[in-house]
């Protein structure tokens, strides 16, 4: 299987970018996994919050097969404790699907529609950056994949 992050918006800041990089090499030896960036719907400025969230939404379901194992990352999914997470994560690897996706929404967060269709999780009751989430969420992988395999990162 493989692991796609649909991530709404670029990643401005140039120490979250190192990070991400950081931790993609880290995980490749275990899975393959890639950052799909999507950009801003046109004009978003414009838009109001709703209408904002719902075109991401729809540029978001483009990408997504019945081939694919959704997670949404919201504020209000479910959350688990780092070993918790490697025991469902390793779940989610099992299934008979083509991709694991997980969904980072933008500055907004994600459109109802999303987390009604898909499992959602949270890394914490806190609200983070959305771009800083792609790290988050790719140090939580990582380390996912060392408790599976017994390796040591996980203290």
């Not at 949404?72 to 025991?87: Q, R």
């Not at 083509?98 to 907004?108: A, C, D, K, N, Y």
Request: proline share 3%; glycine share 4%.
């Amino acid at each position: 299987m493989k692991i796609i992050i649909l991530a709404i918006g670029k990643t401005d800041e140039k120490f979250i970018s190192e990070g991400i990089d950081v931790y993609l090499r880290r995980i490749k030896p275990f899975c393959p996994i890639e950052i799909e960036v999507i950009s801003e719907p046109k004009n978003h400025n414009k838009l109001s919050v709703e209408e904002q969230m719902l075109k991401e939404a729809l540029l978001l379901e483009q990408r997504i097969t019945l081939q694919d194992v959704v997670i949404v990352l919201d504020e209000k999914g479910t959350t688990y404790s780092s070993v918790e997470f490697a025991k469902q994560f390793e779940r989610w690897l099992q299934q008979q699907k083509r991709r694991l996706v997980f969904i980072i929404g933008g500055s907004f967060g994600i459109h109802r529609q999303l987390k009604e269709k898909y499992s959602t999780i949270s890394l914490s009751a806190m609200t983070f950056n959305h771009q800083m989430v792609r790290l988050f969420l790719l140090e939580q992988i990582y380390r996912a994949f060392t408790i599976i395999k017994g390796h040591p990162y996980h203290k």
